[in-house]
């Protein structure tokens, strides 16, 4: 009985520290999204949307995440919360304007992933740096990440503080204004990501 238990102990911690495949891997674009969300400071509702990457890849080496490149479309915002032909439409078009993500002069944004640490089997915190409107900014975030035979799956929610890359619009820190008109310097990120891995 000591031996089996022994045994089944053994096996259980052979899995739970189970390390991820290396290589460099592939992200899936299709199956890849952001997902960003804005409050206003207080009495109204915010807005919440999606934006699409152009290319990415993961470097796992050693068992955890060591590298990593990725593109996102700045263009490709889009709004969910709002029909396109009930303000939607030209809420993505303010989006993209100079008061927020100037796309006309910085149509990409880049992530470059500069390390990991793995805090349990499967939860690790993920550094890099974010450029957006040119300007780069040194992020760290909480990611999970599973794999199974063929793919790695990502999962991440954090937030980061707009005016750090220039998105001063309607920012309470940022101006003097009434409290009705702020827009939260805090945008919401989830992130799902999935990666074919390397063959």
Known sequence: ???????????????????LTDGNHSLSLSESLIVWKVDYSIGKKGHEGTMKLSS??????????????????MNSVHVTD???????????EHLKSPDFLTTADHPKGYFTVLNSVRNSPDKFTVSGYLI??????TI????????T???????????????L??????????FNLLKDDIIS?????????????AQ
Do not use: C, H
């Open 56 to 73: 990415g890849t993961m470097l796992i080496k050693d068992g955890i995440v060591q590298g990593g490149s990725f593109i996102i479309d």
């Open 132 to 137: 957006l409107k040119g300007v780069s900014n």
């Open 1 to 19: 009985m000591k031996i089996s238990l022994l045994a089944f102990a053994l096996l259980v911690t052979s899995f739970a520290y189970a390390q």
């Open 185 to 197: 310097d805090d945008i919401a990120i989830t992130l799902n990501f999935l990666f074919k891995k």
């Open 82 to 92: 709002m029909k396109p032909d009930d303000g939607g439409k030209d809420l993505e």
């Open 165 to 174: 890359w220039g998105i001063n619009y309607q920012s309470g820190s940022i």
């Open 140 to 147: 760290s975030f909480p990611a999970t990440i599973t794999e």
């Open 149 to 163: 035979k063929t793919n790695l799956i990502v999962k991440s929610e954090f937030n980061i503080n707009r005016t």
